[in-house]
């Protein structure tokens, strides 16, 4: 007790010359008051020691001193030491904290009374800890320089875990490496765990291991700025949340999921005041929207998604390279095969720039797949998939499955394709270039309609290269640059109408009867050309309609010859035949009259005209080098053209 009262009688004479501060420490923990601030001390019945209405019992006090510490309102710092960590607590705050440390393992529970944010400063090591808080009021936490693994969990099996359903700023502070590890045991959803909604910033590391789900898990949206996010591994997804996920700046690189790279779901539905159903669009809930930054993500896991969302995926900007490498699976809930894509929506999917790498390499795999519209306006996408066509029954799997599909049920085996959307897809700007391989994958395929409007789009596919799927639905080119080489099926292939109406239009076909634009003439769908430029080895759908400009032929081209393309005597482009040599059988398809593989058809505004063996300098190169627009051409010979005509019956499959 003499003790007690000497310390406190220091502390008031001291306040007259320094800044002094009352440290209060019970065990691993160390309450800060600052002097100025510390008003009346109640001693009472020497059983506690009220200081700024936080009671210690003073059987629990196991030291109190008096120093010249720097106390910052607000705060708490928490500094790990391999078995034990110690907590220092700013006096203002104090009496909101309940604390328990039992070795590293810290809780912190804040009382509902907190009404300011504390900031929470964690740095230090240990093998064997975790951090836990929670309570009602938003806060800040710096990882400056954490390292931290859970391996026998106290209270939550996570590294970190806040039970705040708030904003949580999680400042990774800059200069820092950290990393987190959770538990491969308990039932944490994340090893860094934030119920409501964490804010990362600060341009520090944080790196993350996910033993038992997921990495990065929150229960509402997760915004980034800045920091650098690496998850080495997770057993689930690698950055999961609900409402939405926002990237302005900064990096993330994530390996070795075993499901998705980044996944945000719908929150729980719930129903608007009057009853009504709120959607997620009316929420905000279950989109992502990139808009900055770097991200690298390599997800290996069966039908795992590079990037997945419940709601709706925006890239507005940054670079994003996505690998997967899982071949399909069968969902025993929906009855149907389930395929791997870098890019997944259960809505639409709308780029408007950025530069996007996306490769999919197992069987069935997608570079983008939506459940409704894919739209691009601006940046750059480049697609490769190398899948086979993935087959399973429900019983029976094939990852290389190489049979008649004719007659298999369709929820039986997925393809790889480079875009397939169920909804309309819409390109008005940017680049995108689509490469596939293996049995039955298509480039880019819509099952409602396609609209080409301007931007630059090239495909060379294994089977069709650009297609609408869907029964009567129509494909439209109006304008941009387009360039579609199928090399076992069509060029362009609509299940309707197919227009051409605008833009350069370079579309090659298979062997016959594939052809390089073919549109539904089963039935009674036709092809239109009415404006534009172009450019078709492999001929046409037979019965095509041509107006507004004149359409010519000729019956056989060289083999990787440049050719150049003149409307009347003005230079329209010059073009590169494709290198492998096509069939030379009859013409058209199946019941038709029109186009034979050999036929080389060009169409524009006037008079076409052809010479071949031409020399190419200058101008813009567009479809991978296939074409030159602006540049000039020299040498070469004239080519005989014969007037391009369109006759007889329908063709063959669409």
Not at 479 to 499: C, E, H, K, L, Q
Not at 523 to 528: F, R, V
Request: hydrophobic share 30%; aromatic share 6%.
């Amino acid at each position: 007790m003499k003790k007690i009262f000497s310390i406190l009688c220091a502390l008031v004479v001291c306040t007259m010359v320094n800044a002094q501060t009352l440290n209060v420490q019970q065990g691993q923990v160390t309450y800060q008051f600052p002097a100025e601030q510390a008003g009346v001390m109640n001693y009472t019945n020497g059983n506690t020691l009220t200081v700024m209405d936080k009671v210690f019992a003073l059987t629990e006090v196991e030291d109190m001193y008096v120093n010249e510490t720097s106390v910052e309102d607000n705060t708490v710092t928490v500094v790990y030491n391999e078995n034990s960590a110690a907590v220092t607590v700013a006096g203002n705050v104090a009496k909101y904290l309940t604390i328990s440390v039992s070795g590293a393992h810290v809780n912190i529970a804040q009382s509902d009374d907190l009404q300011q944010e504390i900031t929470y400063t964690l740095s230090g090591s240990s093998a064997d800890g975790e951090f836990y808080m929670s309570g009602s009021y938003k806060a800040t936490v710096e990882l400056n320089g954490l390292t931290l693994t859970n391996k026998t969990p106290v209270k939550s099996g996570a590294a970190v875990h806040i039970q705040n359903s708030k904003r949580i700023k999680v400042k990774v502070m800059d200069g820092t490496t950290n990393t987190l590890v959770d538990c491969a045991s308990g039932s944490q959803k994340g090893a860094f765990y934030v119920k409501g909604h964490p804010e990362f910033s600060k341009s520090g590391v944080l790196n993350v291991v996910g033993n038992l789900k997921h990495a990065i898990k929150s229960g509402e949206y997760i915004e980034l700025k800045e920091a650098t996010l690496n998850v080495t591994s997770a057993q689930g997804d690698g950055i999961n949340c609900a409402q939405y996920f926002l990237m302005k700046s900064g990096n993330v690189n994530i390996n070795n999921v075993t499901d998705d790279g980044i996944q945000c779901d719908i929150e729980d539905t719930e129903v608007g005041s009057t009853g009504e159903t709120v959607d997620h669009e009316d929420e905000d809930s279950g989109n992502i929207y990139l808009e900055g930054g770097t991200i690298n993500i390599n997800t290996p896991g069966k039908a795992a998604k590079g990037i997945k969302s419940e709601g709706d995926l925006f890239v507005k900007a940054g670079t994003i390279n996505i690998t997967t490498t899982g071949h399909g699976k069968w969902d025993d809930e929906d009855l149907k095969t389930k395929a791997a894509a870098c890019l997944g929506s259960d809505a639409k999917v709308v780029i408007s720039g950025g530069t996007l790498t996306l490769t999919s390499t197992g069987a069935g795999g997608k570079g983008i797949n939506c459940d409704a519209e894919f739209e691009l306006s601006g940046g750059e996408v480049t697609i490769v998939t190398k899948g086979a066509l993935y087959y399973h029954n429900g019983t029976t799997e094939n990852t290389n499955y190489t049979g008649n599909t004719d007659n298999v049920n369709s929820d039986y085996y997925s393809s790889s394709k480079g875009v397939k959307a169920d909804g309309a897809i819409k390109i008005s700007g940017g680049k995108i270039n689509v490469s596939t391989a293996g049995k039955n994958a298509e480039g880019i395929e819509s099952k409602t309609s396609i609209l080409i409007s301007n931007g630059e789009v090239v495909v060379n596919s294994y089977d069709d290269g650009i297609n609408v799927g869907g029964d009567g639905s129509d494909l439209i080119i109006s304008g941009g640059y387009v360039y579609s080489r199928a090399m076992n099926n069509d060029g362009i292939d609509g299940n309707g109408n197919v227009y051409v109406k605008g833009g350069l239009v370079y579309a090659i076909g298979a062997n016959s009867p594939e052809v390089a634009i073919d549109a539904n003439s089963e039935e009674q769908k036709k092809l239109y050309v009415q404006g534009g430029t172009l450019i078709a080895v492999g001929g046409l759908e037979s019965g095509a309609q041509i107006s507004g400009g004149t359409c010519k032929q000729t019956t056989s081209f060289t083999a990787e010859a440049w050719y150049a393309l003149y409307n009347g005597s003005e230079l329209v482009a010059a073009f590169k035949t494709p290198a492998a040599s096509t069939s030379s059988s009859g013409g058209g398809r199946p019941g038709g009259g029109g186009s034979g593989s050999k036929k080389l058809v060009v169409y524009t505004s006037s008079t076409p005209a052809l010479k071949s063996g031409v020399t190419v300098s200058g101008g813009t190169e567009y479809f991978d080098g296939a074409a030159n627009i602006g540049g000039t051409v020299s040498g070469g010979s004239s080519v005989t053209l014969s007037t391009y005509t369109s006759s007889g019956g329908p063709g063959g499959r669409t």
